[in-house]
C-alpha cells in the first residue's frame, strides 16, 4: 500500500500563485495532478514519470503550472508550482501515485490517492 498525502491550496487573487506538495510513501513509477472543479468530471493537470523522465501537461495549464520532483531512497515528492492563477483553476486537486508509467498521462496510470486539497481563485 502506498500512502499518499498533499499539502499547499488555499484562496488566492487572479493572477497569484500557489505551490502544491504530495508526499508518496514507496519510489512509485509515476505522480500525478488532477482537479475536479464543482459539476465537472476530474481531470489531469501535470504529471511526471521516472521511467524516461517525462511530463504531461493539460494544454490549458501549460506556460503556468510547473511539475518538479524530489525522490529519496524510500519515497516521491512532487510539486505542483502554480503561476498566473485564473478562477478557472479553482478545484479540489488531487496528487495520485502509480507504477504504470505508460499509462502516467491518465487515470488508469494510478492506484493511489491522496484526500484532495481545495484552492479557490478569486476574481
Known amino acids: 500500500q502506498v500512502q499518499v498525502k498533499e499539502s499547499g491550496g488555499g484562496l488566492v487573487q487572479a493572477g497569484g500563485s500557489l505551490r502544491l506538495s504530495c508526499t508518496a510513501s514507496?519510489?512509485?513509477?509515476?505522480m500525478g495532478w488532477f482537479r475536479q472543479a464543482p459539476g465537472k468530471e476530474r481531470e489531469i493537470v501535470a504529471a511526471?514519470?521516472?521511467?524516461?523522465?517525462?511530463?504531461?501537461?493539460t494544454d490549458s495549464v501549460k506556460g503556468r503550472f510547473t511539475i518538479s520532483s524530489n525522490r529519496d531512497n524510500t519515497k516521491n515528492t512532487v510539486y505542483l508550482q502554480m503561476n498566473s492563477l485564473k478562477p478557472e483553476d479553482t478545484a479540489v486537486y488531487y496528487c495520485?501515485?502509480?507504477?504504470?508509467?505508460?499509462?502516467?498521462?491518465?487515470?488508469?496510470?494510478?492506484?493511489?490517492w491522496g484526500q484532495g486539497t481545495q484552492v479557490t481563485v478569486s476574481s
Open positions: 495520485a501515485a502509480g507504477w504504470y508509467s505508460h499509462s502516467f498521462s491518465t487515470e488508469r496510470g494510478y492506484d493511489y
Open positions: 514507496k519510489r512509485t513509477y509515476a
Open positions: 511526471i514519470r521516472w521511467t524516461g523522465e517525462s511530463t504531461y501537461y
